[in-house]
């Protein structure tokens, strides 16, 4: 029975809702409301309504359709008896329940991914992440639960009570005057490095800058950028999808060995050097000079400021872009200091390539997103973003001092690498080990202990080891997943 009075609709004439797509023109004659009806359960059942989603106001589906509020009040009515939606009050009308999802085809279930089974992809990041594990030692996580929420909703506050209308627009692809500026005045304070806002190009992250280079690096005729080993595999893979080779140059106790990079013949190289990783060198005195030098007779230096401002037990480094500012890129970023999440870092290149870093930059996405960087501004220039880092060292530097005492207690013979600054180790274990660093990653895995194995980040010749992250986890889940390390070690023995 139909239990709404259904008016003649002019058929002559486009009808129909954003809401699901809804077109009175594929309803049949006299049964609108069946329609709807038919049409919301149908929704539902497929996913585009979600148990949560809010349905429109009556009235407004109403007039949105040109049909009665009736027609649209009897199909609400037929899902809410069959128990789907239900009213809300002042929130509206709601999905409450969906359907069981389909039972799973016959037949054995798809494995997961394994991270470490064969050699390192790009998706193997993925996979490892996506893994589940009781406790994260993965190196590259920050301390996420330690995100100054407040002090960024303070500063959110500030920059909305501000910010005028036209400022909601397209901004400058380089980044906000704002943000470009307070870049300038922290680099210069923390960094030594005198840069013009101008100079600053605002990225999503370090991984953005690599991309950019690589790109413009490329199309001027550089495919080859030299870069250290063991050194960042993640890194590699980003240089490694827009350039022809990076070769490996060796890592030693004073960083990377320039007579190794001149052998070479590479044109320019990625470098860590106020922390490298995974090794957590400094790049030493000497061989600063000797980097110079050779970046002085034409060669690029890209230089990744990877963790400069975490450092427990040694003075700052400064940077190489404040001695040789024509031959050094340099990026950094707040992914370590804030979170990855905010996707949000800074690019300086010399001024033969700004043009076209520019130009890629501008191309690939218009510029970054324009409320995170006048909330990052704020957070620099009142010395939030300082005062937080000041709060995480004593944080970070307890977290290392249980891994250092765990590995002591649970790995006797490992060797410990790049304690003095940094948000991660690298550990070393002595020859005649009986089984693969990628083994026993795998089996700590299986454990519930992420750890990424020292062989991802190395192509050259290396003793097996691990690289492991403690800035993530309390000291107690820092000692317990190093004892599930040492355990496994012991059987697989």
């Known amino acids: 029975m139909n239990r709404s009075i259904e008016p003649a609709v002019d058929r002559s004439k486009p009808i129909g809702a954003d809401f699901l797509q809804l077109d009175t023109a594929d309803a049949p004659p006299g049964g609108l409301a069946d329609w709807l009806a038919g049409r919301l359960r149908r929704a539902i059942a497929d996913g585009r309504l979600p148990a949560g989603s809010r349905l429109p106001a009556t009235r407004v589906l109403a007039a949105e359709l040109r049909v009665s509020r009736g027609v649209v009040t009897d199909a609400y009515g037929r899902l809410a008896e ?185 044109p320019a190289v990625l470098l860590t050097p106020a922390h490298q990783f995974p090794a957590g060198v400094v790049l030493g005195g000497e061989r600063r000079r000797e980097l110079l030098r050779w970046a002085g007779e034409g060669g690029l230096v890209i230089e990744d400021d990877y963790d400069a401002e975490h450092r427990y037990d040694r003075a700052p480094v400064p940077a190489l872009r404040g001695v040789l500012p024509e031959q050094v890129c340099y990026t950094g970023s707040v992914s370590k200091l804030l979170a990855p999440a905010l996707r949000t870092g800074w690019l300086l290149v010399p001024p033969r390539h700004r043009e076209a870093v520019l130009a890629a930059k501008r191309f690939a996405d218009l510029g970054n997103a324009v409320l995170p960087q006048l909330v990052l501004a704020r957070l620099m220039e009142t010395g939030e973003l300082e005062r937080h880092l000041r709060l995480l060292r004593p944080r970070h530097r307890r977290r290392r001092d249980a891994m250092i005492a765990a590995i002591g207690a649970h790995l006797p013979g490992a060797v410990v690498h790049g304690a003095a600054a940094g948000l991660h180790l690298m550990v070393t274990f002595p020859a005649g080990l009986d089984c693969t660093d990628t083994e026993l990653a795998t089996a700590a895995l299986a454990h519930g202990v992420k750890v990424q194995p020292l062989s991802w980040h190395a192509r050259l010749p290396h003793p097996p080891g691990l690289v492991l992250g403690y800035a993530a986890g309390a000291p107690g889940e820092i000692t317990e997943g190093v004892a599930v390390l040492g355990g496994l070690l012991r059987r697989m023995g």
């Open 82 to 266: 069959e128990g789907q939606i239900a009213g809300r009050g002042r929130a509206g009308t709601v999905v409450v329940a969906t359907p069981a999802p389909p039972p799973p085809p016959a037949g054995p279930p798809t494995p997961a991914p394994a991270p470490f089974d064969a050699a390192p992809v790009p998706e193997s990041f993925d996979a490892l992440r996506a893994a589940p594990a009781r406790i994260n030692l993965s190196p590259g996580v920050p301390d996420l639960a330690a995100f100054p929420r407040a002090a960024w909703l303070r500063a959110e506050r500030a920059v909305l009570d501000g910010l005028s209308a036209h400022e909601f627009g397209y901004g400058d692809p380089r980044g906000t005057p704002a943000l470009r500026r307070a870049v300038a005045h922290w680099l210069a304070r923390n960094r030594g490095i005198r840069a013009d806002p101008d100079e600053v190009l605002i990225v999503a992250g370090a991984a953005q800058a690599l991309a950019l280079l690589g790109q413009v690096l490329g199309q001027a005729g550089l495919t080859e950028v030299a870069v250290e080993d063991p050194g960042s595999l993640g890194t590699r893979q980003h240089l490694g999808h827009w350039l022809t080779a990076t070769p490996p140059v060796p890592v030693d106790a004073d960083g990377i060995r320039v007579d190794a990079l001149r052998a070479t013949g590479a």
